[in-house]
T-cell receptor, first 110, second 117 residues
Framework: KQEVTQIPAALSVPEGENLVLNCSFTDSAIYNLQWFRQDPGKGLTSLLLIQSSQREQTSGRLNASLDKSSGRSTLYIAASQPGDSATYLCAVSGGNQFYFGTGTSLTVIP | KAGVTQTPRYLIKTRGQQVTLSCSPISGHRSVSWYQQTPGQGLQFLFEYFSETQRNKGNFPGRFSGRQFSNSRSEMNVSTLELGDSALYLC????????????????FGQGTRLTVV
C-alpha cells in the first residue's frame, strides 16, 4: 500500500523567506503527483500537478519537483507572504485513488 | 466554468440518524470520488464513481454508501451515524477515472462539515 509522508508537519517562517516543503512516497508506480493548499475548514485548492514523466512544474512563486525513482517531491515557495499561511498537502495518484500525505502547516509571520 | 459544488456545507446530526451529502462535479467530468478528513486520520478515500458505476471502495464500513446519477452528480449516504463520523467530507471531480487524468488531476469541492452529537 502506498504511504505518503510530509516533513515537516509544521513550519513557521518570517515574511520574505524562501522555503521548501517535502513529500515522500513508498511506491514509485504513480500516474501523477499533485500539490494542494487547504485553508482552515475549507476544501482543497490545486496548486501544481506533475505528471509521472515530468521532473518539475512552476506556477508563479511556486515550483514543484518530482524524483520518482527516489520517491520524493519538493514544493518550493519563493518570497513567502502571510497569505501563503495554510496547510499544504501532497497527493500521489495510483490505482484508482489519491494517497494523501498528512500535510505541512505553514505560518508566514508578517 | 463552475467548480465542484458540495451541499450542504454544514450539518449537525444525532447519533443513530442517517445523512445524505451531495456533490456536483465540474461540467463534463464523469468521475466523482469521496474522501473523509479528520484531524487524527487525515484524508481517507471512501469510494469513486465513474459513469454511474462504483469503481473502487476504501476501507470503510457498509454504513457508508454512495451513488452517481446520469448527470454525474453523486450522493453519499451514511446510516446509523456514530460520533466518530464527525468529519469534513470532500468530493473530487475529474475527467477520467480518478487518478488517471494525467494532465489536469482532480478538483475538490469546499466540503461538507458533518458534526454528530
Amino acid at each position: 500500500k502506498q504511504e505518503v509522508t510530509q516533513i515537516p508537519a509544521a513550519l513557521s517562517v518570517p515574511e520574505g523567506e524562501n522555503l521548501v516543503l517535502n513529500c515522500s512516497f513508498t511506491d514509485s508506480a504513480i500516474y501523477n503527483l499533485q500539490w494542494f493548499r487547504q485553508d482552515p475548514g475549507k476544501g482543497l485548492t490545486s496548486l501544481l500537478l506533475i505528471q509521472s514523466s515530468q521532473r518539475e512544474q512552476t506556477s508563479g512563486r511556486l515550483n514543484a519537483s518530482l524524483d520518482k525513482s527516489s520517491g520524493r517531491s519538493t514544493l518550493y515557495i519563493a518570497a513567502s507572504q502571510p497569505g501563503d499561511s495554510a496547510t499544504y498537502l501532497c497527493a500521489v495518484s495510483g490505482g484508482n485513488q489519491f494517497y494523501f500525505g498528512t500535510g505541512t502547516s505553514l505560518t508566514v509571520i508578517p | 466554468k463552475a467548480g465542484v459544488t458540495q451541499t450542504p456545507r454544514y450539518l449537525i446530526k444525532t447519533r443513530g440518524q442517517q445523512v445524505t451529502l451531495s456533490c456536483s462535479p465540474i461540467s463534463g467530468h464523469r468521475s466523482v470520488s469521496w474522501y473523509q478528513q479528520t484531524p487524527g486520520q487525515g484524508l481517507q478515500f471512501l469510494f469513486e464513481y465513474f459513469s454511474e458505476t462504483q469503481r473502487n471502495k476504501g476501507n470503510f464500513p457498509g454504513r457508508f454508501s454512495g451513488r452517481q446519477f446520469s448527470n454525474s452528480r453523486s450522493e453519499m449516504n451514511v446510516s446509523t451515524l456514530e460520533l466518530g463520523d464527525s468529519a469534513l467530507y470532500l468530493c473530487a471531480s475529474s475527467l477520467t477515472p480518478h487518478g488517471r487524468e494525467l494532465k489536469r488531476g482532480a478538483f475538490f469541492g469546499q466540503g461538507t462539515r458533518l458534526t454528530v452529537v
